[in-house]
């Protein structure tokens, strides 16, 4: 009472919904006025934000909280009536006539489209030093996720207007969602490199916002523990940006435009946009309202499985089931050994990868009855079984493919599944902990990711009739990884698997210890017998032939202790893969003019 002179109106009255909702320790003991005002007025601020930033508001928060803390102290089973089966969705196979006929339908898209990019997740589990997205993909060329997602878009934006014979209405929107742990470094990356060719007009940043920590059951929240005058915070999850997007209007201005998709993708997926056009067109097919990407997923993998969930109600979904609500949810609805692989060696729940297309209009009207908030769970750290105290404090957290679970029935909800080398390799682990990964199941890891990369460019090769050498197996940092021939493409030269076929022409073959870049747009390979490193790179009015006999040391892929004194001399993004390049020899050539030009060594 004594202190409200110092608070503004707005304040006043949020500081009454705080003491109605059980939050009166946030006041308790504070001083007479004059005694630390301005930090009393920065935690009032403080609540201001929490309250603008959360659908519903603060009100809502710890209301949803209380009832998700006490379902969570009684041990409700938030799968309560529901029964899991396997649902059917389009399984894909990279480069069959069903695959091309998708990608075709799904580039011609890509101009209605939106790309949301969420990195805003600090990757605790990485344990990178730097934003994920600024890690390189590869170390072959050294292009970092975020440069490789631009210059996916901006390609397919482009492949798409080609398509429409040059009746290109719109620059493709490019949406990062980011936290306070990722914001400045997201925009300082984009700033430094003239934010990799796109227009900045294009892009556009939102920032999310902490949620409130709660204390105890009673949804007390928490305060900070360096400061009585500050509410301790943790991220709310990924499930964030559909508010965010909502509120920010965005979605209004893409549907004036014409805009008809979004897609959502993860921040170290260097695989994805390969899946991206096919799945695209799936959509479009379809005509889904939700298309959720998809890889077969061996039990226990932690990744989500999507499962089909019927109540006893009648309600059904399709809906993603995390990898440690699955097994259990199997257990009990009567598969006593829960989550298993089947026949075909993977579980028959496909894995979710994160990658969602949302059809926009039914997208948008949902989100104007929700206003963007998902479905939340809560996951305390209780001290002991009476579930009284928590270990530390916990908070609401929400996922973006939770999306659906508000969708009425008639909604059309889909997923697309292709093969794991063409889709999925995220970076999430760090080395020791990938090392300790059951043998068979992906280690996530930098070493992994960067492994499949090649990989794929390598199979989609041979699947375009290159001859490519098997892989040889290596360990780096504890994981046995296949080591493919290193070939990487830009993808201004190659963005579907049809634009492959189209630029790979005779007889080719590519050695294991070779390294293929291609950085030019028009570049053709025909006849070309690579046994070494080879560097092309043109000017998009350059149309270059390569082929001959290219047979040099090359680059040489070389193991490193990390426990040797000589490799803390590395850089982190080179240790955390266990391997480095040597760069022994190579034959590089550059286009810098226009014309035609025969490179046959
Ligand atoms: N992210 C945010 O932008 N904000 C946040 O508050 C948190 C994360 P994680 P997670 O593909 O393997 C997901 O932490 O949540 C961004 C799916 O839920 O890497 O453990 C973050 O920057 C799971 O079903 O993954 O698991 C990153 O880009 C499965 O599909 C993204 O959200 C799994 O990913 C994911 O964050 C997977």
């Known amino acids: 009472q004594k202190n409200l002179s110092i608070l503004s109106p707005d304040q006043i009255e949020l500081g009454k919904m705080l003491l109605e909702t059980g939050q009166g320790h946030l006041f308790e003991n504070w001083p007479d006025p004059g005694v630390d005002d301005d930090e009393k007025k920065a935690l009032l601020a403080q609540v201001v934000l929490l309250n603008s930033s959360y659908p519903g508001g603060l009100a809502s928060y710890i209301k949803t909280a209380k009832e998700l803390l006490a379902d969570s102290k009684s041990g409700k089973n938030p799968f309560d009536g529901f029964t899991p089966s396997v649902p059917s969705g389009e399984v894909l196979t990279c480069g069959d006539d069903n695959f091309v006929k998708y990608e075709e339908t799904g580039v011609k898209q890509v101009q209605n489209a939106a790309f949301v990019l969420v990195a805003g997740g600090l990757g605790e589990r990485l344990g990178y030093k730097g934003i994920k997205v600024a890690l390189p993909m590869e170390t072959t060329t050294g292009t970092c996720f975020l440069q490789h997602y631009i210059e996916s878009i901006l390609s397919l934006s482009e492949a798409s207007c080609r398509e429409a014979q040059g009746e290109c209405r719109r620059d493709v929107p490019f949406v990062i969602m980011t936290s306070d742990d990722t914001h400045e470094r997201t925009l300082q990356l984009l700033e430094s490199n003239a934010y990799y060719g796109m227009k900045p007009t294009q892009v556009k940043l939102l920032k999310q916002e902490k949620v409130a920590c709660l204390a105890d059951n009673d949804a007390r929240l928490a305060l900070d523990p360096n400061s009585k005058y500050r509410i301790q915070t943790k991220p709310h999850g ?359 030009f025969c490179l046959k060594p």
């Not at 889709?423 to 199941?441: F, L, R, S, T």
């Open 238 to 596: 990924h499930g964030d940006v559909h508010a965010l997007l909502y509120s920010s209007g965005l979605l209004k201005e893409w549907k004036d435009a014409g805009l008809r998709w979004v897609l959502f993708f993860q921040d170290t997926n260097g695989l994805l946009f390969k899946a991206i056009p096919s799945a695209l067109g799936v959509s479009a097919t379809k005509e889904y309202h939700v298309n959720s990407l998809a890889v077969p997923r061996k039990a226990k993998e932690a990744i989500g499985g999507i499962t089909k969930l019927t109540h006893t109600d009648g309600r059904e979904m399709v809906i993603n089931v995390e990898y440690n609500q699955l097994d259990p949810l199997l257990r009990a609805t009567g598969h006593p050994d829960g989550d298993v692989n089947c026949e075909t060696g993977y579980s028959p729940y496909p894995g979710n990868i994160n990658q969602l297309i949302l059809e926009l209009g039914p997208y948008i009207d949902e989100l104007s009855k929700t206003g963007g908030a998902i479905k939340e769970f809560i996951n305390p750290k209780y001290k002991d079984s009476t579930k009284t105290e928590f270990k530390s404090s916990t908070r609401l957290e929400c996922m973006m493919q939770d999306y659906p679970k508000t969708l009425p029935p008639s909604a059309r909800v889909g997923f697309t599944v292709t093969e794991t080398w063409l889709a999925y390799a995220p970076v999430k682990n760090n080395a020791e902990d990938a090392a300790k990964v059951p043998k068979g199941n992906p280690y996530h890891s930098a070493t992994s990711g960067e492994m499949a990369i090649y990989r794929a460019n390598s199979m989609i090769l041979r699947k375009a009739g290159v001859k490519v050498d098997d892989p040889v197996t290596q360990v780096f940092n504890g994981q046995e990884v296949e080591v493919w021939s290193r070939v990487v493409w830009k993808p201004k030269w190659a963005v579907t698997f049809a634009d492959v076929k189209s630029k790979v022409r005779g007889n080719n073959s590519v050695s294991e210890k070779s390294t293929l870049v291609i950085k030019g747009r028009n570049i053709l390979i025909e006849d070309l017998s690579l046994d070494g490193a080879l560097i092309v790179d043109s000017v998009d009015g350059a149309e270059v032939k390569v082929g001959g006999c290219v047979g040099n040391n090359g680059w040489r892929i070389e193991g490193i202790d990390n426990d040797d004194s000589s490799a803390t001399a590395l850089a982190e993004e080179v240790r955390i893969r266990g391997f480095k390049i040597n760069k022994m020899d190579q034959l590089q050539q550059s286009y810098s003019e226009p014309g035609n």
